[in-house]
Structures are given as structure tokens and as C-alpha cells.
Nanobody, 115 residues
């Protein structure tokens, strides 16, 4: 079992920045990729960014050049630096970790970008 706890959401004006963090606990040695997903009201959950244990990243096209995902394997944390935020980035952001055949999710943190 893996537990994920997110922090760092909030309200920001368009053009501003926020940093999300996620701390993993439990069977962390089994974790491979970690990432961030988001779900806006009335929409499906979508991948924002993902990072492997070795540091390979991939991003949704909508956030490339604005968001940066990073990972600290020693501290079992993953972070998402979000710059140049837009109102369309408003969503609940979820931390995700894959461990073997299982996927784990955090409780979600709200990010609201005002225009």
C-alpha cells in the first residue's frame, strides 16, 4: 500500500504561479512513475505531467513550457511547479503513483485561477 498526500493548492490570478507537492509513504520502494492529473468540473480526469524514477518526464501539450514536474526519490516526493497559470488550469489536481499493477491516488487539491 502507498499513501499520497498533496499540498500547495489555492487561488491565484492568471499569470501567477503555484507549487504543488505530494509526499508518498508506505511501500514507497515499489513506486515507479509518479505524476499529476487534474479534473475540471464536468470533465474527465486528465494527465498533466508524469515522471519516472529515473527522471524521464512527459507533459500534456496544454502545460508544456509552463509546468515543471520534479521528483526526490530520497524523500519520496513529487512536485509540480506551475507558472503562467491560466483560468483553464482551474481543476482539482491529484497526485498519482504506480506500483506494479496498482495505482494510487491522493485526495486532491483545488487549484483556482481567476481571470
Amino acid at each position: 500500500q502507498v499513501q499520497l498526500v498533496e499540498s500547495g493548492g489555492g487561488l491565484v490570478q492568471a499569470g501567477g504561479s503555484l507549487r504543488l507537492s505530494c509526499a508518498a509513504s508506505g511501500n514507497v520502494f515499489s513506486i515507479a512513475p509518479m505524476g499529476w492529473y487534474r479534473q475540471a468540473a464536468g470533465k474527465q480526469r486528465e494527465l498533466v505531467a508524469r515522471i519516472t524514477r529515473g527522471g524521464t518526464t512527459n507533459y500534456a501539450d496544454s502545460v508544456k513550457g509552463r509546468f515543471t514536474i520534479s521528483r526526490d526519490n530520497a524523500k519520496n516526493t513529487v512536485s509540480l511547479q506551475m507558472n503562467s497559470l491560466k483560468p483553464e488550469d482551474t481543476a482539482v489536481y491529484y497526485c498519482n503513483a504506480a506500483a506494479g499493477p496498482f495505482e494510487y491516488w491522493g485526495q486532491g487539491t483545488q487549484v483556482t485561477v481567476s481571470s
